[in-house]
Structures are given as structure tokens and as C-alpha cells.
């Protein structure tokens, strides 16, 4: 694939780890419901997506866009029958081999897999993925079993530190993540700690709502994430927080990571390498920003509802960030999951985006093409050791 329309530099065959993205199941066959679950408007959260949605979505442009490239993979006609054909003709013989021939086309060596959905053994996952598969676990649902099991806050205290260090002792995870944009928002005081005790006791009591994530205690999630982020520091791993906008579920009003600055602030935090997901889209100045201020602060380049969600694939995102971020804090990943042509899809198209990106800078005399190379080795490989790598 051309790096982009008349670019000279080409990023396709860079080595890429994904440090953002879910497991997938084996699936050899695929249908054109299954595309249209995928394309349709909505997300993974929510409960239920229109008709006419399911039936138009070959008219939107992220469906467009993957029906074209798909097909020139597959060598098919460009139509949903003749690839799903095509593809089902190549996956029902080795499902293994033709998710090998995605990601060799790609060069993805690595991926670092979100717990919170679509969890798959890893012993299964290496039966038919062909790369390095690590794991990242989900604060969340830890936090939620605690929550029913707990007696008192210094009960969920220890047994949420205990589980924490469990998990990295054990070598199941290389890191941990939240999604408290989802539960109540990025307004994270780290203060709320010395509240929390009082806001566990009042849900006990029953004097607290409940949503569909369980009981409203920003304060105790507050007090935990703050922990957690402190404790990953401790353990040697790092911390990614969900940020910008999501599905229907997500605290809209609240998603700006420049929130977090406060929290960033913390010197409990100052320890552990933080990972901005989505780079904050659209907020994307506010995480880049907060990325070159604060020395523990990265930035991941993936989008919303990847890869259908074809606005924050172009150059023009992958400029501000470019021009906001140093690149020794730029991640790559891609948020996607179910099938593997997602995964291929999308660091196909960050790849050109991004080469754009940087031909522009190298046009403005920002950047030479070695410059260029060197950034994006960083980006898509060589940062994500960073991460990993003890300090």
C-alpha cells in the first residue's frame, strides 16, 4: 500500500506492537452480518443498534474504505459477497496461516491484549495468532467484585492491593488500565481518598445508586484508580486510562484528559508510565499537551470505534499530535477487536496517516526523511519497550 496520495515516505513494513487492542475469537467464517454488526453506529456497550442501521451500513465511508482495501488483499471484486467469498475460501483452510499472512502484510509483532473484553486464554490466542500476546488487566471488574465482597474499605483496600500484585507476580499481566471514563468521568481529585472510607459505609447502608456498572462511588473508584496507578509504579509495569469519547456509556461531559492534570500533579503518581488512550480524541492538543509536560505521560494514537470511525485517521490528527507530542511519547495502538482484518486494516491506515503527517513536517523544514524513520520506529515499536522496560 502506498504510504499516501504522492508520499515518498512508506511506513508498511515498520515493526509494530499494538499496545492497545482485545482478543479475538477463531473465526473462519465470516458473514455479512457480522460486517454489519462491526460497521453499524453504536459500540460494544451498547445494547442494541437499530435495523436500518444494519442495513445501511455499506453506505458509510470507514465500510467504504475497508471493502476497498480488503478486496485488493484478497485479490476479489470489491463487494461485500465476493470478499466475504474470498475470505472464507483462504480462512476455512488455515485460519492460523491467513491471520499470519494479515499480520506479516502489516508487520504487527506484538499485541497487548485489554482483559475487559472478549477474554481468551492466551494458550488458546497463540493457536492461531502469530505474534508475542501479552495482557493488560482491567482495574473495573476487580473493583466490582470487591465492592459486593468487601466488609469495610480497608477490607477492599488490601484485597485490591493483594489482587494487583497477584496479577504481576504471577506474570499474567504487563500492565493495568482504567475505563473510569465510563463509570464517573476524569475529574479524578486525588483527595477523595480520605472520603472514600465514608462513601464505602454509606453504599453498605444502601444509601447509594446504582447504575449498569454497579454502585455510584466516584469517590472509592476515585481513591482506587489513584492507588492502582501508584501501586503499577511500585510493581514495575504501567498504566493506561481510557480517555475522549466512546460509545453512549461514556461520561461525555467529562472525557477531556486535561482533567487529569490534577491527578498528574500527585507525586504518588510520578512514578509510573502512564498511557492516554485515544489520545484523548477529539481532545487530542489537551493529551499531547499533558504528554509533554509530565515525563511519565504517553499518548496512544488508536480511534473510537476503530476502523470504521475514519475521521481520527488522518493527517491532519496525526499533525497536531506530531506537533504537540515529542515522539519519544507517542504509542501506537489500535482498539480493535473480533476480527483480524480489523487489526490489519487499521495499522494500514495509521501507517499512511501518519507518513502524511511527516511528509508534511519534512515540506516545512521540520523534519528530515531520517527524522521521519527514526520517530516512527519509535512510535510503532520502540516505545512500547520503553513501557515495559523497568526503570
Not at 495468532?129 to 473493583?143: F, G
Not at 462511588?217 to 482506587?224: F, S, T
Not at 511519565?296 to 491532519?316: D, H, Q, R, T, Y
Request: with cysteine; hydrophobic share 40%; net charge negative.
Amino acid at each position: 500500500m502506498s504510504a499516501g496520495l504522492g508520499s515518498k515516505i512508506d511506513l508498511a513494513r515498520l515493526e509494530t506492537t499494538d499496545v492497545n487492542c482485545f482478543a479475538f475469537p477463531r473465526e473462519p467464517r465470516l458473514t455479512r452480518t457480522k460486517l454489519a454488526e462491526l460497521f453499524s453506529l453504536g459500540g460494544p456497550t451498547v445494547s442494541s443498534v437499530p435495523t436500518e442501521v444494519n442495513e445501511n451500513f455499506e453506505s458509510q465511508l470507514g465500510y467504504s474504505q475497508f471493502l476497498r482495501m480488503i478486496s485488493k488483499f484478497l485479490g476479489s471484486e470489491r463487494s461485500t459477497g465476493a470478499v466475504v467469498e474470498a475470505r472464507n475460501e483462504r480462512a476455512l483452510k488455515n485460519f492460523g496461516s491467513y491471520v499470519g499472512s494479515l499480520f506479516k502484510d502489516v508487520n504487527i509483532k506484538g499485541l497487548w491484549l485489554d482483559d475487559g473484553l472478549f477474554s481468551i486464554p492466551i494458550d488458546e490466542l497463540k493457536e492461531y495468532v502469530p505474534c508475542d500476546l501479552d495482557r493488560i488487566a482491567r482495574i473495573e471488574p476487580v473493583i466490582g467484585k470487591l465492592l459486593q465482597t468487601s466488609g469495610s474499605f480497608d477490607e477492599l483496600v488490601s484485597a485490591f492491593d493483594k489482587q494487583l500484585f497477584d496479577l504481576v507476580a504471577n506474570k499474567k499481566v504487563i500492565a493495568f488500565k482504567s475505563a473510569i471514563a465510563y463509570r464517573n468521568g476524569l475529574k479524578v481529585d486525588p483527595s477523595d481518598e480520605e472520603l472514600a472510607g465514608e462513601e464505602f459505609r454509606a453504599m453498605k447502608a444502601g444509601h447509594v445508586e446504582t447504575s449498569w456498572f454497579g454502585p455510584v462511588v466516584p469517590k472509592v473508584r476515585n481513591a482506587l484508580l489513584v492507588r492502582a496507578i501508584r501501586k503499577a509504579g511500585e510493581l514495575g509495569v504501567f498504566f493506561e486510562i481510557y480517555t475522549g469519547l466512546g460509545d453512549t456509556d461514556v461520561v461525555g461531559t467529562k472525557c477531556n484528559p486535561i482533567l487529569l492534570q490534577e491527578l498528574f500533579k500527585d507525586k504518588r503518581v510520578r512514578g509510573t508510565k502512564i498511557v492516554l488512550i485515544h489520545s484523548g480524541y477529539p481532545f487530542t492538543v489537551e493529551a499531547s499537551w499533558l504528554s509533554r509536560v509530565f515525563p511519565n505521560v504517553f499518548v496512544e494514537i488508536s480511534a473510537p470505534f476503530p476502523p470504521g470511525f475514519a475521521l481520527p485517521m488522518g493527517k491532519e490528527r496525526f499533525m497536531t499530535i506530531l506537533l504537540t507530542a515529542p515522539p519519544s511519547r507517542i504509542v501506537y495502538g489500535s482498539d480493535c477487536f473480533a476480527l483480524p482484518e480489523m487489526y490489519w486494516m487499521y495499522a494500514r491506515l495509521a501507517k499512511a496517516g501518519l507518513a502524511e503527517a511527516l511528509e508534511e513536517l519534512v515540506n516545512r523544514e521540520m523534519m528530515d526523511e531520517d527524522e521521519c524513520y527514526s520517530s516512527a520506529e519509535l512510535i510503532f515499536s520502540r516505545n512500547a519497550e520503553r513501557l515495559i522496560k523497568k526503570s
